[in-house]
Nanobody, 121 residues
Framework: VQLQASGGGLVQPGGSLRLSCRAS????????MGWYRQAPGKQRELVAS???????NYEDFVKGRFTISRDNAKNTVYLQMSSLKAEDTAVYYC????????????????WGQGTLVTVSS
Protein backbone atom coordinates (compact mmCIF):
# COMPACT_ATOMS: atom_id res chain seq x y z
CA VAL A 1 0.00 0.00 0.00
CA GLN A 2 1.26 3.47 -0.90
CA LEU A 3 -0.03 6.99 -0.42
CA GLN A 4 1.02 9.54 -3.02
CA ALA A 5 0.54 13.20 -2.14
CA SER A 6 0.65 16.03 -4.66
CA GLY A 7 -0.39 19.62 -5.19
CA GLY A 8 2.07 21.57 -3.07
CA GLY A 9 3.90 24.62 -4.28
CA LEU A 10 4.57 28.29 -3.81
CA VAL A 11 1.57 30.58 -3.31
CA GLN A 12 1.15 34.18 -2.24
CA PRO A 13 -0.57 35.08 1.02
CA GLY A 14 -4.32 35.00 0.53
CA GLY A 15 -4.03 32.47 -2.27
CA SER A 16 -5.33 28.93 -2.62
CA LEU A 17 -3.97 25.46 -3.23
CA ARG A 18 -5.52 22.02 -3.49
CA LEU A 19 -3.65 19.00 -2.19
CA SER A 20 -4.46 15.46 -3.27
CA CYS A 21 -3.44 12.12 -1.82
CA ARG A 22 -4.23 8.82 -3.49
CA ALA A 23 -3.92 5.43 -1.83
CA SER A 24 -3.03 2.47 -3.99
CA UNK A 25 -2.21 -1.21 -3.56
CA UNK A 26 -4.01 -4.18 -2.06
CA UNK A 27 -6.67 -2.16 -0.26
CA UNK A 28 -9.69 -3.84 1.26
CA UNK A 29 -11.12 -0.70 2.85
CA UNK A 30 -10.08 2.73 4.10
CA UNK A 31 -11.33 4.15 7.37
CA UNK A 32 -10.30 7.66 8.37
CA MET A 33 -8.03 9.78 6.20
CA GLY A 34 -6.28 12.94 7.22
CA TRP A 35 -3.79 15.69 6.62
CA TYR A 36 -0.97 16.68 8.94
CA ARG A 37 1.71 19.30 8.56
CA GLN A 38 5.17 19.96 9.88
CA ALA A 39 6.71 23.39 9.79
CA PRO A 40 10.48 23.87 10.10
CA GLY A 41 11.60 23.32 13.66
CA LYS A 42 8.15 22.23 14.82
CA GLN A 43 6.41 18.96 15.51
CA ARG A 44 4.00 17.39 13.07
CA GLU A 45 0.44 18.47 13.81
CA LEU A 46 -3.02 17.42 12.69
CA VAL A 47 -4.72 19.74 10.22
CA ALA A 48 -7.96 17.93 9.38
CA SER A 49 -9.44 14.46 9.15
CA UNK A 50 -12.39 12.78 7.52
CA UNK A 51 -14.13 9.49 8.25
CA UNK A 52 -15.21 6.92 5.69
CA UNK A 53 -18.73 8.37 5.73
CA UNK A 54 -17.59 11.97 5.37
CA UNK A 55 -17.60 13.34 8.90
CA UNK A 56 -14.90 15.98 9.19
CA ASN A 57 -12.75 17.46 11.91
CA TYR A 58 -10.61 20.58 11.68
CA GLU A 59 -8.04 22.12 13.94
CA ASP A 60 -8.95 25.64 15.01
CA PHE A 61 -6.14 27.27 13.03
CA VAL A 62 -7.66 26.15 9.69
CA LYS A 63 -11.38 26.30 10.39
CA GLY A 64 -13.17 28.35 7.78
CA ARG A 65 -10.14 28.35 5.47
CA PHE A 66 -9.44 24.69 4.66
CA THR A 67 -11.82 21.98 3.46
CA ILE A 68 -11.09 18.27 3.56
CA SER A 69 -12.96 15.88 1.28
CA ARG A 70 -12.55 12.41 -0.16
CA ASP A 71 -13.51 10.34 -3.15
CA ASN A 72 -13.92 6.78 -1.94
CA ALA A 73 -14.12 5.40 -5.47
CA LYS A 74 -10.66 6.82 -6.15
CA ASN A 75 -9.20 6.15 -2.67
CA THR A 76 -8.27 9.81 -2.62
CA VAL A 77 -8.39 12.54 -0.01
CA TYR A 78 -8.20 16.25 -0.82
CA LEU A 79 -7.35 19.38 1.11
CA GLN A 80 -8.62 22.63 -0.37
CA MET A 81 -6.68 25.46 1.23
CA SER A 82 -7.80 29.06 0.91
CA SER A 83 -6.83 32.37 2.49
CA LEU A 84 -3.37 30.98 3.01
CA LYS A 85 -1.05 32.65 5.48
CA ALA A 86 2.70 32.61 5.87
CA GLU A 87 2.28 30.45 8.96
CA ASP A 88 0.69 27.75 6.83
CA THR A 89 4.09 27.10 5.28
CA ALA A 90 4.97 23.48 6.00
CA VAL A 91 5.37 20.02 4.57
CA TYR A 92 1.90 18.52 4.39
CA TYR A 93 1.48 14.79 4.94
CA CYS A 94 -1.57 12.65 4.30
CA UNK A 95 -2.41 9.51 6.18
CA UNK A 96 -5.00 6.81 6.03
CA UNK A 97 -6.18 3.92 8.19
CA UNK A 98 -6.29 1.00 5.80
CA UNK A 99 -7.40 -2.60 5.94
CA UNK A 100 -5.16 -4.56 3.60
CA UNK A 101 -6.39 -7.50 1.55
CA UNK A 102 -5.28 -10.77 3.10
CA UNK A 103 -4.74 -9.37 6.58
CA UNK A 104 -8.29 -9.74 7.88
CA UNK A 105 -9.59 -7.05 10.24
CA UNK A 106 -6.19 -5.50 11.00
CA UNK A 107 -6.12 -1.75 10.30
CA UNK A 108 -2.78 -0.01 9.81
CA UNK A 109 -1.95 3.65 9.40
CA UNK A 110 -0.06 4.58 6.27
CA TRP A 111 1.62 7.91 5.48
CA GLY A 112 2.29 9.76 2.27
CA GLN A 113 5.68 11.21 1.44
CA GLY A 114 4.77 14.83 2.09
CA THR A 115 4.30 17.79 -0.19
CA LEU A 116 5.78 21.23 0.50
CA VAL A 117 3.52 24.25 0.72
CA THR A 118 5.25 27.62 0.82
CA VAL A 119 3.22 30.76 1.41
CA SER A 120 5.28 33.82 0.58
CA SER A 121 5.13 37.02 -1.40
Amino acid sequence: VQLQASGGGLVQPGGSLRLSCRASGSISSINAMGWYRQAPGKQRELVASITSVGSTNYEDFVKGRFTISRDNAKNTVYLQMSSLKAEDTAVYYCNADIRVIGYGPVVRTYWGQGTLVTVSS
